[in-house]
């Protein structure tokens, strides 16, 4: 079946730092890939999403790029901030966005 | 932006009792609401798919009889989790979906922190 393999966590930085978390997945068709955020307390927040190959999503300076040969989705920032302390979430649906498959997510933290 | 509520947030029961967790969409309607289990440092894990007016869909490995979903209007979903154990402790969290428009994106309640003693 579907799945996601996210890098484990916790992953800690300093604040301006440049952020990757990597991910990687398998599916049997052309799924959708997206990155969810959680803050504590909170629920899941979309961050961004890609929906088919070279796809590029981005979203508060976070980007993600659609990677159908090397079958990933990492997730960059170039300069990290202390607000962007959160779990993330690597997921994939291919069935219209409703049904997603999850990675186990990623502890960020950062340090000012 | 459309919020999707779930109560209650946290909950401590004994073995053998049932607990009710609801998932209600505030501000849109929503046919189709997803039921997810997170245990800790690992990743959601789909349980059901919930729908208006009929049975819920369930994965495979999940309970029926244990975990049971209601969902009786465009708005409202709710979680029971019957006789429940220790091994049930978990965070549960719903999701749902604006009916309109057709790519609206999933959202998500806060989760309730569901533990069995």
């Known amino acids: 079946g579907d799945s996601v393999t996210q890098m484990e966590g916790p992953v800690t930085l300093s604040e301006e730092a440049f952020l990757t978390i990597n991910c990687t997945y398998t599916?049997?068709?052309?799924?959708?890939l997206f990155w969810y955020v959680q803050y504590p307390g909170e629920g899941l927040q979309l961050l961004l999403k890609?929906?088919?190959?070279?796809d590029k999503g981005s979203n508060k300076g976070f980007e993600a790029t659609y990677r159908k040969e090397t079958t990933s989705f990492h997730l960059e920032k170039g300069s990290v901030q202390v607000s962007d302390s959160a779990v993330y979430f690597c997921?994939?649906?291919?069935?219209?966005?409703?049904?997603?498959?999850f990675g186990q997510g990623t502890r960020l933290t950062i340090n000012p | 932006g459309a919020v999707v509520s779930q109560h209650p947030s946290r909950v401590i029961c004994k073995s053998g009792t049932s607990v009710k967790i609801e998932c209600r969409s505030l501000?849109?309607?929503?046919?189709?609401m997803f039921w997810y289990r997170q245990f800790p440092k690992q990743s959601l894990m789909l349980m059901a798919t919930?729908?208006?007016?009929?049975?819920?869909?369930?994965e495979q490995g999940v309970e029926k009889d244990k975990f049971l979903i209601n969902h009786a209007s465009l708005t409202l979903s709710t979680l029971t989790v019957t006789s429940a154990h220790p091994e049930d402790s978990s965070f549960y969290i719903c999701?749902?979906?604006?009916?309109?428009?057709?790519?609206?994106?999933?959202?998500f309640g806060n989760g309730t922190r569901l533990t069995v003693t």
């Open positions: 890609a929906t088919k190959a070279d």
């Open positions: 919930s729908n208006e007016g009929s049975k819920a869909t369930y």
């Open positions: 999701s749902a979906r604006d009916l309109t428009p057709s790519n609206s994106p999933l959202h």
């Open positions: 997921a994939l649906s291919d069935w219209g966005a409703q049904k997603l498959v």
């Open positions: 501000d849109f309607q929503a046919t189709t």
């Open positions: 599916a049997t068709g052309y799924p959708s």
